[in-house]
C-alpha cells in the first residue's frame, strides 16, 4: 500500500489545562473517505485543524502528503464576488486565463450552477451556496479534502440531496476525504471507514468499515448495520434493539 495522504502518530492536543486528544493513531490513504463521529466536543474539529497544519499537536507527529482544503459548515464564499468568480478562485494555481476559464466552466457545469455564474451568495439557497463551495474545493490543487459538518446547517431534505451531490461529485473529480460530522447515518452512508471516537480527552475507540461500493443508499443493509453498530458503542442504542433507519445524531 501506498505511504497515507495523512498520518497520526500518538498525537496529543488541548488548549491549557484542557486534554482534548491523548494518543491518537490515524492513517489516510488517496481515494478513502473517512468519516468521524463522537460525542459533541469531544475533539473532531480539533482533529481536522490538526489535519490542515492550522493547529500544532502539544505531542506526537502529524504528516501531511498533499496540499489540504478545508470545507466548512458554513460555506465560506465570498459575498462580495459572483458563484463564478468564488470558484475562480480555487483555480489560482492555474497560469493559462483560457484554461483557467473552461475549468472554471467545467466545475459550475458540475454542481449544476452555471445558469446562476454572476449570482452572489445572498441569492442563492443554502444547498446552492454548499455546491458552490464544493465545486471552488474541487477547483483547488488539493488532494485532500478536511469537511467540517458541511450539511449541518440545511434541513434534512436538503442534507439528504447533498449527500448524493457529494458521492457524484466525488465519482467525476475524485478525491481522498476526512469528514466530521454528528450525523451517525451520513457517516455510514458516505464514508469507506467510520472512525467513533471516546468521550473527552478523546482517543478513536473503534473503527467500521463499510463494505458496500459509494455511492449507496441511506437504507442500504451495510449503512443500517454500521449505524446500529456505532448507536451501540455510543450507550444509544443496546445491541437487542433492531436497526433504526430514521437520521440520527450524537447529542
Known amino acids: ?30 481515494g478513502e473517505f473517512v468519516a468521524l463521529v463522537g460525542p459533541s466536543g ?12 492550522w493547529l500544532a499537536p502539544s505531542g506526537g ?17 465570498f459575498p462580495w464576488r459572483t458563484v ?17 476559464a473552461r475549468r472554471e466552466a467545467e466545475f459550475l457545469a458540475l454542481v449544476d450552477l452555471a445558469p446562476f455564474a454572476g449570482h452572489y451568495p445572498h441569492q442563492l439557497s443554502g444547498g446552492m451556496r454548499q455546491r458552490a463551495e464544493l465545486a471552488r474545493a474541487l477547483a483547488g490543487d488539493t488532494g485532500l479534502l478536511l469537511m467540517d ?24 473529480q475524485p478525491r481522498t476525504v476526512v469528514l466530521v ?16 471516537l471516546s468521550e473527552r480527552p478523546a482517543r478513536i475507540r473503534d473503527e467500521v468499515r463499510l463494505q458496500a461500493p459509494r455511492p449507496r443508499a441511506a437504507t442500504d443493509p451495510d449503512v443500517v448495520r454500521a449505524v446500529h453498530h456505532i448507536l451501540t458503542l455510543l450507550g444509544l442504542e443496546s445491541d437487542r434493539e433492531a436497526p433504526a433507519l430514521a437520521p440520527v445524531e450524537v447529542p
Open 149 to 172: 459538518e458541511p450539511f449541518s446547517s440545511l434541513d434534512y431534505l436538503a442534507r439528504l440531496r447533498m449527500r448524493a451531490e457529494l458521492a457524484r461529485l466525488l465519482t467525476e
Open 181 to 196: 460530522t454528528h450525523d451517525i447515518e451520513e457517516a455510514a452512508q458516505l464514508a469507506d471507514r467510520v472512525l467513533v
Open 84 to 100: 463564478a468568480e468564488n470558484v475562480r478562485l480555487g483555480l489560482r494555481h492555474v497560469a493559462d486565463e483560457a484554461e483557467r
Open 61 to 77: 507527529r502529524v504528516e501531511r502528503a498533499s496540499r489540504v482544503r478545508m470545507v466548512f459548515q458554513q460555506d465560506g464564499l
Open 42 to 53: 469531544c475533539g473532531k474539529t480539533t482533529i481536522l485543524n490538526l489535519a490542515s497544519g
Open 1 to 30: 500500500m501506498s505511504a497515507p495522504l495523512l498520518r497520526f502518530e500518538r498525537v496529543r492536543a488541548g488548549f491549557g489545562s484542557l486534554e482534548v486528544l491523548r494518543d491518537v493513531d490515524l492513517e489516510v490513504h488517496a
